[in-house]
């Protein structure tokens, strides 16, 4: 009787020993779940954020000087505001020439020939070349105003003083 006993008591004992693996097992799996769930929701978010991108304002114009329609786009997206400058190719494709991270991320406006405007090209020193003209407000939303000019020999756009 004693030993019968003693015979399930170990199988019962046995058999917990593996449930309780089998538990420890289970949990330690749901724990790296735990883990890993926020880590790929927060991956993928950042994924999501990182292509979301508004153009907010496109204006078309030479101001690299060699009569090629260029097209400006003033692009928010989810830490900057950028300037993106594409020359359109004959498949219909855009062609990217230059990306410019603005130094301020608030969108802004100002008066132009009478009009409130967020972009604009014009020659504004007189050289015969177009300048880019982008508004912005700062963090203490002051509006700032930013001039970009064409550099043939970098081929490449800088920031100009007003
Ligand atoms: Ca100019």
């Known amino acids: 009787m004693t030993m019968a006993f003693s015979l399930i008591s170990a199988k019962v004992s046995g058999f917990i020993s593996k449930f309780g693996r089998f538990i420890l097992v289970a949990a330690f799996g749901m724990l790296f779940v735990a883990a890993l769930v926020p880590d790929i929701r927060s991956t993928i978010r950042a994924a999501l954020l990182q292509d979301f991108r508004n153009v907010i304002s496109t204006v078309h114009g030479d101001i690299t000087g060699d009569g090629l329609n260029l097209i400006v786009a003033k692009v928010r997206t989810r830490d900057s505001l950028l300037i993106e400058i594409y020359h359109p190719q004959e498949d219909g494709s855009q062609k990217l020439l230059a990306r410019i991270t603005l130094p301020d991320k608030n969108d802004g406006f ?13 020659d504004i020193d007189g050289d015969g070349f177009k300048e880019i003209i982008v508004p912005t407000f700062d963090q203490n939303m002051v509006g700032q105003l930013h001039i970009y000019r064409y550099d043939a020999a970098s081929n490449s756009f800088y920031k100009a003083a007003l």
């Open 110 to 122: 100002f008066n132009f020939n009478g009009q409130a405007t967020n972009l604009a090209l014009d």
